[in-house]
């Protein structure tokens, strides 16, 4: 069965490998690249010599180094490499032998269905983590000098593509594409099905069930002093609440300070909305009458601290490989019970 | 005689079409039987369900001494060729050979090599470069590589010209010549099987018209032609499976063995092909059952 696997997707591992191939270059190319320029920004403030073309913001978590355009571009890349083993190689495994017939020449050979199954999709598997952890190491090198500067690890579409969770993404894309595949029988719908399925999970995971994985930490401040945070951290939220507990909201250029909009400050600050109606500075010239009527209102900042990376890192591994594992019992079943 | 096949009250429903109801047949070890019916009758329905590659709705068969099932040591036993002779294109003959050798613990290479070479078969050229009747071949000789007690071939010579369908059932006579292979294969055409077979299941319209040994089914049956008549005697002593008047003479094709008395009716043998014809057109609208009998006669 190993032996069938092989001849049959030799041709896709070699083109498979074509691609890795040239993504590595680009990694390697872009990534040289932002290495040394940071390491000539880095030196141009050590000595005080910033005056290059483009002005420096020598401040550590202020836009030092970003990578530019190009880092986005690739990280778009990036984002979508998972899915890539699972559509091509993964849809068509149960799929395509459906619509050439050949699941009646293979299922009568003398192993069972379930062998055929258990084998093919083990190595289509490792395939996916070996293309997923090839892609993630590189892309963590990649990032570095954007990330020791950053510190921005942590930050969706940057948490997606480095460490671990690159890996649990690609074995989930095949798993939904054999999946797919076996359900559906057809090859170009079982792609489609593939593609959207895995954006949705994707999206849902990182908008709704990330920021819940362990339940994020509050600061929590009386106006005029407000949390400050130092280092990294995964921002969930943050903003002012009035005594009464009301979230202030409002479009931006209608904030005062300490964002509260102009229309809820209490009339004993009216002084600090400015000329324009936009944020005035709420340095020290506050009256104190102003002073007390604040009092009411806090300010908070929910976040996740850095230190959570690898917690979340392993828990959203492990959310991708239980859904792989629930996708292939059902796929095992199905084609175990269903006529061929 | 050992009972390869028997199955009891089989039903294969799909959605909303039956595709075979109430199923009863037997077939003896070491018999070519021929499974006839037209097109939709539900021949490769029954033969799916033999293989263990469907299930069925409901009912009993036993296949080599138990249900089909999806295990090893049945698997080894039944060969089974589908309609649309499953081979990967991509594959030459010589990897089909391959894969053979890696799913089989009984597996005979050297029978297919000898045999394609005896048919001048490249083992060296892509399934899907091969003509029809050589992928036929190449097809059939993988299934009886298994050396499998069993062989279900569907419609496997629907594809192939005559000359060719001639040469793929000699390779198949021959292999049941060997060694007590059993073979049931489907067809909508009795005439090209006539030569080979020698037992006979007759679907149509998903029921079994008509199942057993051909020449004692043949033994059974005898054609009546007589002046045109009322044939209420002859059914109180015989079947009667096929009844054509015209405006002078009455044509009956007629089951039982009992004597006819009345001496007004000819009565003669039936071929196969006529009175499998007779089977089918049971089914069909009178018209139609007419004009086939009509065109019959020719």
């Known amino acids: 069965m190993t032996w069938l696997t092989w001849r049959q997707y030799r041709a896709q591992f070699a083109v498979g490998t074509a691609v890795m191939a040239a993504l590595c270059l680009l990694l390697v190319l872009t990534g040289l690249e932002f290495v040394s320029q940071y390491h000539t920004i880095i030196t141009e403030c050590a000595s005080g010599a910033h005056n290059g073309p483009t002005s420096v913001n020598c401040s550590i978590g202020g836009g030092l180094f970003s990578g530019g355009p190009t880092a986005g571009f690739v990280s778009l890349i990036l984002l979508a490499t998972p899915v890539l083993a699972g559509l091509f190689l993964g849809a068509p495994m149960v799929a395509a032998e459906f619509e050439a017939g050949t699941t009646q020449f293979a299922w009568m050979q003398g192993i069972t269905r379930a062998r055929w199954f258990a084998v093919k999709a083990g190595w289509l598997l490792l395939a996916a983590a070996a293309w997923g952890a090839v892609i993630a190491a590189l892309t963590t090198w990649w990032a570095s000098p954007t990330n020791a500067e950053h510190g921005s690890e942590f930050y969706p579409g940057r948490f997606d593509v480095l460490y671990l969770v690159p890996v649990a993404y690609a074995v989930f894309a095949m798993a939904l594409g054999i999946c797919a595949g076996a359900l559906i029988r057809r090859t170009v719908p079982a792609m489609a099905v593939t593609l959207g399925g895995f954006i949705a999970a994707r999206v849902a995971v990182t908008l709704w069930l990330r920021p819940h994985y362990l339940s994020a930490v509050t600061v929590t401040r009386s106006l005029p002093a407000q949390p400050q945070l130092t280092g990294s951290y995964w921002l969930i939220s943050q903003g002012t609440r009035n005594p009464a507990g009301l979230l202030m909201v409002g479009p931006q250029d209608q904030m005062a300070a300490f964002g509260v909009p102009v229309s809820s400050l209490p009339k004993a600050c009216a002084g600090l909305a400015g000329p324009t109606g936009g944020l005035t500075s709420a340095a020290g010239g506050l009256t104190s009458s102003c002073r007390a009527a604040l009092t009411g209102f806090r300010s908070f900042i929910t976040y996740q601290p850095a230190s959570r990376f690898w917690a979340f890192q392993g828990i959203e591994t492990g959310v991708f490989v239980v859904l792989a594992a629930i996708l292939l019992t059902v796929t095992a079943v199905v084609l175990i019970r269903r006529d061929a | ?298």
Request: with cysteine.
């Open chain 2, 1 to 298: 005689m050992t009972t390869v096949i028997q199955t009891r009250g089989l039903v294969k429903r799909f959605r909303r079409v039956t595709a075979l109801s109430d199923c009863d047949v037997t077939v003896p070890e070491g018999c070519i039987c021929a499974l006839i019916g037209p097109n939709g009758a539900g021949k490769t329905t029954l033969l799916r369900l033999l293989s263990g590659l469907a299930r069925p709705t409901a009912g009993e068969m036993s296949v080599l001494g138990g249900a089909p099932r999806q295990d090893p040591a049945f698997l080894a036993e039944v060969g089974f060729l589908a309609q649309e002779i499953p081979l990967y294109r991509r594959f030459t003959a010589e990897e089909h050979i391959s894969i053979g050798a890696h799913l089989n613990r009984r597996w005979d290479a050297a029978l297919v090599r000898d045999r394609l070479k005896s048919l001048n078969i490249p083992l060296d050229r892509a399934a899907g470069s091969l003509s029809g009747g050589q992928r036929a071949q190449l097809a059939l000789t993988l299934t009886l590589a298994k050396r499998p007690r069993l062989v279900l071939l569907d419609e496997p010579v629907a594809a192939l010209d005559p000359l060719a369908r001639r040469h793929f059932l000699a390779t198949m006579a021959d292999a049941v010549a060997g060694d007590g292979l059993t073979v049931v294969l489907s067809s909508h055409l009795v005439a090209d099987m006539e030569r080979v077979v020698d037992h006979l299941i007759l679907l149509s319209a998903s029921h079994v018209q008509l199942s057993g040994d051909i020449d004692a089914l043949l033994a059974e049956h005898r054609v009546l032609v007589g002046p045109r008549r009322d044939t209420a005697a002859i059914a109180r002593t015989h079947t009667i499976v096929q009844a054509v008047h015209t405006a002078r003479q009455t044509t009956l094709l007629i089951r039982g063995n009992a004597p006819v008395i009345d001496p007004a009716w000819e009565s003669s043998e039936v071929g196969l092909e006529e009175m499998v014809l007779a089977y089918m057109g049971q089914d069909a609208a009178p018209a139609t059952s007419q004009l086939t009998s009509v065109g019959e006669d020719q």
